[in-house]
Antibody
Framework: QVQLQESGPGLVKPSETLSLTCTVS??????????WSWIRQPPGKGLECIGY???????NYNPSLKSRVTISVDTSKNHFSLKLNSVTAADTAVYFC??????????WGQGTVVTVSS | QSALTQPRSVSGSPGQSVTISCTGT?????????VSWYQQHPGKAPKLMIY???KRPSGVPDRFSGSKSGHTASLTISGLQAEDETDYYC??????????FGGGTKLTVL
């Protein structure tokens, strides 16, 4: 079955860019059946969808983050990525990647903690 | 785009049933049949329990069921078990290619 694994720095300085990658195994990001998403969860808080992308590169973003977010896909490496620029302490969270299928987030990575601090 | 409204906590005794509500608007829950529910144990990734309002993925016990009326969706867990004690989140498509989650509900099994 498909598995997702997030990777990237666990500590980012304020005003810099947060960069994460989600590697897909047991399946292909090129599958036209699914979208691929990023979701985050601040400490002790709820879930927030950051955005998602189709294998073609077409992406959609949460309006509240749209000005700072870029999600991209690399079909040759079977992974997709998140960049969030101008980060602040409010961006400290667990970041999950997830597959979107059947109108829901049906498969999740284990999550990676990102702390914004100098 | 505001978060969907869930009760902060619910509780029930083993064997009983509990229902968790998820209230939105005509722009999300009331406008689409794309409501999903997730179970999240501490330190773990969320797990899909219900999609398209009332459908269960393979492997999810039939003790878990979903429904919707107007702007409010509900997750019902029957035959409560100790292992059900954790956090639950609802999610809805909100139009314009966006998704919105609820604030989460902590279920306590007494």
């Amino acid at each position: 079955q498909v598995q997702l694994q997030e990777s990237g720095p666990g500590l980012v300085k304020p005003s810099e860019t947060l960069s994460l990658t989600c590697t897909v195994s047991g399946g292909s990001v090129s599958s036209g059946t699914f979208y691929w998403s990023w979701i985050r969860q601040p400490p002790g808080k709820g879930l927030e969808c950051i955005g998602y992308i189709y294998y073609s590169g077409s992406a959609n973003y949460n309006p509240s983050l749209k000005s700072r977010v870029t999600i991209s896909v690399d079909t040759s490496k079977n992974h997709f990525s998140l960049k969030l620029n101008s980060v602040t302490a409010a961006d400290t969270a667990v970041y999950f990647c997830a597959r979107v299928g059947d109108d829901a987030f049906d498969t999740w990575g284990q999550g990676t903690v990102v702390t914004v601090s100098s | 785009q505001s978060a969907l409204t869930q009760p902060r906590s619910v509780s029930g005794s083993p064997g009983q049933s509990v229902t968790i509500s998820c209230t939105g608007t005509s722009s999300d829950v009331g406008g689409y049949n794309y409501v999903s529910w997730y179970q999240q144990h501490p330190g773990k990734a969320p797990k899909l329990m219900i999609y398209d309002v009332s459908k269960r993925p393979s492997g999810v016990p039939d003790r878990f069921s979903g429904s919707k009326s107007g702007h409010t969706a509900s997750l019902t867990i029957s035959g409560l078990q100790a292992e059900d004690e954790t956090d639950y989140y609802c999610c809805s498509y909100a139009g314009s290619y966006t998704w919105v989650f609820g604030g989460g509900t902590k279920l306590t099994v007494l």
